[in-house]
């Protein structure tokens, strides 16, 4: 007897979506290196004395980084949340649902996700489906990261663009000779070009400063995840 051919779901779209968000990164980093490249010759310390009275002067311009930096954060954010909210289409198509009003639920607790999934119909996906959710956390308290990516992306389509901000290594001073006297020289001056300036912009709620790029890795490494987790998932119940 000839064997039923099993279709394999191949999520193109998320991932399709997931390798814009990349790109943009790779963007991001590349306007990172000539933003802080510009400022590797205008950081410097000078101490002058007066008597007994030392005086120190740190130069550095902290000019902030170019707007047009929020916008690039923010492509990357969007193209992340649409990779979620096809992976919830795709999954729902693989058991012969409607995609219809289909979304990825974010609730805000985790009380409120049961009826946040199926206000998102995200429900029509079976019951494994849920449970695989669940255990995402997808809400204010659970998987801080995974709220990050659609507190981010609610904040840049409907109130202003990310904002980022910079944090500045110090210089470094050796205060005292071998002999113990006062005498401060400058040891380090901090070079912008490889370690700061650092761009931060602040978590969906606005409690916390993160570091930017690292953090735009991270998300876009879990959303990844999360659509190969759905994936698997709907080829192993076409396979069952």
Known sequence: ?????????????????????????AELEKARADF???????????????????????????SGPPEDFGAIVGDIIHNLRAALDL???????AVGQSDKGV?????????DLDKTIKE??????????????????PYAEGNTDLRLIHD????????????????????????HNGDGRINPQVIDDPDPSASGPELMFPDGRGRDLRELVPTLHQLVQLVSNIVDDFCALANRSDAA
């Open 36 to 62: 802080r490249a510009s400022r590797a010759k205008k950081c410097r310390t000078e101490i002058s004395r007066s008597g007994g009275t030392f005086t120190f002067n740190f130069q550095m311009d902290l």
């Open 103 to 111: 979304y990825f639920p974010f609730s805000q607790s985790e009380s």
């Open 87 to 93: 992976a919830a289409c795709e999954l729902v198509r």
């Open 152 to 175: 981010l992306d609610i904040n840049d389509k409907h109130r202003k663009l990310i904002q980022n901000v910079m944090t500045a290594t110090s210089p470094i001073i050796e205060l």
């Open 120 to 137: 998102r119909h995200f429900d029509r996906a079976g019951p494994d489906a849920v449970a695989l959710l669940k255990k995402m956390k």
């Open 1 to 25: 007897m000839e064997r039923a051919k099993v279709m394999l779901h191949k999520f193109s779209g998320p991932k399709i979506k997931i390798d814009r968000a990349r790109k943009h990164l």
